[in-house]
């Protein structure tokens, strides 16, 4: 029997396939229409093109099977799981092939249709503990694979399999099969994805999904009784290599801990964030819901518009750590921001409370490593760094100018200062400032703080898409101007050196680097500032300038023209340091030692 594969439902009411013109009810509600979906297929394969990477597709897979757990860990009293939970990720590069199978409870007849026709109604809504709530994630295969096979069986049910191919619009009952289900339990579900594109298996390794796996889950990992573990296996099924997922241990790093809890609408939220004495890769504070990952601090937006320090606190690699906000606060359908909602405001109001405290303790920790008989260079190269941001607001105005003259009056005289700012206007954003639910500007409305907030320029107007086409302009914004500080920057968990790091609108150049270190020459056992110390200042500077001036003007510059604009931006640098030279050195000659710590 061949079933529809139906589409996702809108006000409780199932799409069917036909005409995309609304039709009509029965008699008795003769006034009401309904929505249809002409191509659910299409639609779904749209919707998954929202994942980015291969591995976050297979998280949705691993997160089915952590939540048909969970039942049993809450059950046995929410300490551990009642027996070994067993999932396992299962690459075959060659074939082009990822499994995900597990040990659980599995799934009935009804429950496995359930699951395939009925997208958007998951049965997982309203049950507060489990992560699904949309139904959407089952056909996240859609975006990089062309067949899902969904193996299962429950306890005292038939074993069973379906498959589902992104090409088409109808599917095949589920069949019985006549082999026992592949596990300890002999339950459990198994995910296959086949025919994996080519491009979506760049990249993608043990490695990698373990990485994946061990931020996306931290918060669950360290459970008793559960096991994670990634292999990669040849054609003929033999391991090549697997390792186990572990999760990351806070006690062992050394810093200042900030550990809260509060609950908002009688649902508990925790704080476990830390100023770490170096960086730990991929641990910047995040926010997770139901022991899942939501996304980095400093990438959801709703919050960072109410962030008092921004960037400069939430991305700094030294504040690391996660606040789970349990289910007090949905997630929107991709998982990497919250629902606008009051319960969201009263969340962020609480977490806006720690921000004095988190950033005292992270300026006494940066106030470690920094390079004191640097600070004449430092305000130098702040000056010169300045000129040029200037410049180049100049030229994003102008360009403006010539593309929306409206927003330079129509009198002749230029309304837009050399910052981009409306004279006589507050800067706030040229379509006005609304407000939300949760009483937060809307982000039409943010004004940015620093250097790496997004704003709307002339080059951004440049895309061909017909969105873009018919999206109001908005006026160029007031940016703050990037500063330069001198550092010694720890090597992070791995070993590695940074050269230099952007904090919110200051670039840290790191005195430690070699490279910088065999740049830095000496005199009479003085500093001195050489040729080949310019060049590298500049070039580190235009590095991290130019990430920045892209991300604030929403640009997606091609590889040639980013080539070209690092070269004139470092030549500029270059050439301004050097003739400020005489001046520098002679601040220096004054010292008698290169830097110390300030402890």
């Known amino acids: ?86 999932i396992v990720v299962s690459l075959d590069v060659a074939a082009r092939r990822l499994e995900v199978r597990d040990n659980c409870s599995g799934m009935d007849r009804a429950g496995l249709l359930r699951l395939v026709q009925n997208v958007g109604e998951s049965s997982k809504k309203g049950t507060p503990w489990l992560n699904g709530q949309f139904g959407f994630g089952l056909h996240a295969f859609r975006a990089c694979a062309d067949r899902l096979v969904l193996s299962s069986r429950r306890d005292g049910e038939e074993h069973l399999q379906l498959a589902i191919d992104r090409s088409a619009s109808t599917f095949e009952e589920p069949r019985a099969l006549s082999s026992p289900f592949d596990s300890d339990t002999g339950t459990g579900t198994l995910v296959t994805m086949e025919g994996v594109d080519d491009q979506w298996m760049e990249g993608v390794d043990v490695a990698s999904i373990v990485n994946e796996i ?84 400093s990438h959801v937006h709703s919050f960072m518009k109410r962030s008092a320090y921004r960037h400069s606190l939430w991305a700094h690699p030294q504040l690391i750590g996660y606040i789970d906000v349990g289910d007090c606060v949905d997630p929107v359908i991709t998982r990497d921001e919250f629902k606008q909602t009051k319960a969201r405001g009263e969340l962020y109001k609480q977490l806006l409370a720690l921000e004095p405290s988190l950033q005292a303790a992270l300026e006494r920790e940066m106030e470690k490593h920094k390079v004191m008989t640097l600070g004449g260079l430092e305000d130098v190269l702040s000056s010169v760094l300045g000129t040029l941001a200037r410049d180049d607001r100049r030229t994003v105005r102008e360009a403006m100018r010539a593309q929306h003259p409206e927003l330079f009056g129509v009198t002749g005289v230029d309304r837009v200062n050399v ?171 004054k010292m008698n030692v290169v830097s110390k710590r300030n402890t």
Do not use: W
């Open 214 to 297: 061990e931020l996306h889950f931290e918060r669950l990992l360290s459970r008793e009784n559960l096991s994670i573990r990634v292999r990669e296996v040849a054609s003929d099924g033999t391991v090549v290599r697997e390792e186990r997922c572990k999760p990351f241990d806070y006690h062992d790093v050394a810093g200042t801990t900030f550990h809260r809890q509060f609950q908002v609408d009688d649902h508990q939220v925790r704080v476990h964030l830390k100023v770490a004495d170096h960086e730990y890769e991929g641990q910047r504070a995040r926010f997770f819901a139901l022991g899942r990952r939501i996304n980095e601090v």
């Open 419 to 589: 910052d981009g700012e409306v004279d006589g206007e507050q800067d706030v954003a040229f379509d006005g400032n609304a407000e939300g639910e949760d009483g937060a500007a809307t982000d039409d409305a943010e004004a940015p703080l620093a250097a790496s907030t997004s704003s709307a320029s002339a080059s951004s107007t440049s895309s061909s898409s017909p969105a873009a086409e018919n999206k109001k302009p908005r006026r160029p914004r007031r940016t703050m101007n990037i500063g330069i500080r001198f550092a010694q920057i720890p090597a992070s968990d791995s070993g590695q050196a940074k050269r230099s790091q952007l904090i919110g609108n200051v670039i840290e150049i790191n005195t430690e680097h070699p490279d910088f270190v065999k740049r830095l020459g000496r005199r009479m056992g003085k500093p001195r500032i050489t040729d080949r110390l310019s060049a590298y200042l500049a070039g580190v500077i235009a590095a991290q300038y130019k990430e920045s001036f892209y991300r604030q003007h929403n640009r997606n510059p091609e590889r040639g023209e980013i080539y070209s604009d690092l070269l004139n931006d470092t030549y500029r640098l270059e050439a301004s340091i050097r003739r400020r030279l005489p001046s520098l050195q002679r601040h220096l000659n």
């Open 1 to 86: 029997m061949t079933v529809a594969s139906c589409g996702p439902s809108f006000s409780g009411v199932r799409p069917a396939s036909g005409s995309l013109s609304p039709s009509r009810h029965s008699s008795s509600s003769s006034n009401n229409l309904s929505l249809s979906v002409s191509n659910p297929m299409l639609l779904l394969n749209d919707i998954a093109h929202r994942y980015e990477s291969t591995s976050r597709i297979v998280m949705e897979y691993v997160d089915n099977a952590l939540d048909d757990a969970e039942a049993m860990f809450r059950e046995n009293g929410g300490e551990r799981y009642p027996r070994p939970i067993d």
